[in-house]
């Protein structure tokens, strides 16, 4: 069984500041997703990273793909209380998603 | 992107009895899938349904408990069946277009009492 590893698991933070969340398996994925999931609704993808080494930007965010593809970081600029949710990494193989735990952040004003 | 509708968004029901959970897909996709999300954990798949044929479970997830119907391209119910407390959850819908990147319906959110 392939794992997701997600860290942290909570981060509390002041609105401006930056922040990183990791995930880290030790298998490899043709594939990796980032979701974002809010109170009362479902996840919703954010970026899908494909190729290791990869780095893709989405306004503030920015998503990072490791060489190896084992891996993936989302890196948050100058964080608003709008970016407050769960967000979860999910690898890919053939049609399965293995989703992380996720990482709960809070951004307070 | 693909538009799912999830119904009921929540119930509260005794233990002992069913549930079915409905998701309307706003286009035909082949693929459909319903995962658990229990507090503070990740999304567990529970089943790929697709049309024409039985869902495949996922291990530890059996035909009687959780009953899928999958009648068209656009449908599928999930029952959860004889519901205990610990079936307290948020059951998910999800379709896949593309490649693996998943659409997901708003969720159910399920206590059982």
């Known amino acids: 069984t392939q794992l997701l590893e997600q860290s942290p698991q909570f981060l509390s933070i002041q609105e401006g500041e930056n922040l990183t969340v990791y995930c880290n398996s030790s298998?490899?994925?043709?594939?990796l997703q980032w979701y974002r999931q809010e109170p009362g609704e479902g996840p919703v993808l954010l970026v899908t990273?494909?190729?290791?080494?990869e780095v893709k930007k989405l306004k503030r965010l920015t998503f990072q793909f490791g060489d190896a593809r084992k891996d993936s970081s989302l890196h948050i600029t100058a964080a608003q209380p709008g970016d407050t949710g769960l967000y979860l990494c999910?690898?890919?193989?053939?049609?399965?998603?293995?989703f992380g735990k996720g990482t709960k952040l809070s951004v307070i004003p | 992107s693909a538009v799912i509708s999830q119904k009921p968004s929540r119930d509260i029901c005794q233990r002992g009895t069913s549930l079915t959970i409905q998701c309307q897909v706003d286009?035909?996709?082949?693929?459909m899938f319903w995962y658990r999300q229990q507090p503070g954990q990740s999304l567990t798949l529970i089943a790929t349904?697709?049309?024409?044929?039985?869902?495949?479970?996922e291990s530890g997830f059996v035909i009687d408990k959780f009953p899928i119907s999958r009648p068209n391209l656009t449908f599928s119910t999930l029952t959860v069946s004889n519901m205990s407390p610990e079936d307290s959850s948020i059951y998910l819908c999800?379709?896949?277009?593309?490649?693996?990147?998943?659409?997901f319906g708003q969720g159910t959110r399920l206590t059982v009492v």
């Open positions: 999800s379709v896949s277009q593309g490649r693996t990147e998943a659409f």
């Open positions: 298998s490899v994925f043709s594939s």
């Open positions: 990273v494909v190729t290791g080494g």
């Open positions: 999910a690898g890919a193989e053939v049609y399965q998603l293995t």
């Open positions: 286009s035909q996709v082949t693929m």
């Open positions: 349904a697709n049309q024409g044929s039985e869902a495949t479970y």
